[in-house]
């Protein structure tokens, strides 16, 4: 039972164009929402959340867009760089099949940035 | 020391012997996770741990224990490693509850033959 869903393995975008990832989830009662990067060989390092009460958060070159009544949530990169290609978690915090305020986290999307 | 550290950084590991994946952390907080990346399943949390002297269970805690005696160190031991146990191990902390993501180390790369 994949609470939180990554549809897209992988992305490729051209560089200086939108890069949109995105994300779905299933269960009501996540309440905080992330996206983390990672490169390879390193861990996943934070770089956007959202709280269940807002809608957008913007920081930068990355804006996250939370949709409640459709449980879908996205991550804009414009414009997108060369560093920007990594994979990208979606993660999920609130009360979960394994216990409350854990991070579930989806299956990743690598996205790749075309020169 | 900076943040998480994990260590080792990759181990080849025979089947059936026991393993411990150390975690260290510097940032005092209260709460550590183990997570194993597999491809296709994402990261899937295997322990964790709220406050130092408690543990719990995850998504997938078969074949793994774990110990916080302190706040600093959350050790993850494979009793008798299975070649299904090959993956990337994560050690991740958090201040605690709340709106709080959380601090990952750079992984444990390990593979049972």
Redesign the interface.
């Known amino acids: 039972d994949q609470q939180?869903k990554?549809n897209s393995?992988s992305l490729s975008v051209q560089e200086g164009r939108i890069s949109i990832l995105n994300c779905d989830y299933t269960n009501s009662m996540f309440d905080?929402f992330?996206w983390?990067k990672k490169y390879p060989?390193?861990?996943?390092?934070?770089l956007i959340?959202i709280?269940s009460i807002k809608d957008k958060n913007e920081d930068g070159r990355f804006t996250v867009f939370l949709n409640k009544s459709a449980k879908h949530l996205s991550l804009h990169i414009v414009p997108s760089q060369p560093g920007d290609s990594a994979v990208y978690?979606c993660?999920a915090?609130g009360i979960s099949?394994?216990?409350?305020?854990?991070?579930?986290?989806?299956?990743?999307t690598r996205l790749t940035i075309i020169p | 020391i900076a943040g998480i550290t994990q260590a080792p950084t990759s181990q080849i590991l025979a089947a059936g012997r026991r393993m411990t994946l150390r975690c260290t952390q510097d940032m005092r907080h209260n709460a550590m996770y183990w997570y194993r990346q597999d491809l296709g399943l994402g990261l899937r949390l295997i322990h964790y741990s709220n406050t130092a002297g408690t543990t719990g269970k995850g998504e997938v805690p078969d074949g793994y224990s774990v110990s916080r005696a302190n706040t600093d160190d959350f050790p993850l031991t494979l009793a008798s490693a299975v070649p299904s146990q090959t993956s990337v191990y994560f050690c991740a902390s958090s201040p605690g509850t709340g709106n709080y993501g959380y601090t990952f180390g750079s992984g444990t790369r390990l593979t049972v033959v």
Not at chain 1, 98 to 103: D, M, P, T, V
């Open positions: 939180v990554q393995p905080y992330l983390y060989a390193e861990g996943p390092t934070f959340s709280s978690f993660a915090k099949n394994f216990g409350n305020e854990k991070l579930t986290f989806g299956t990743g």
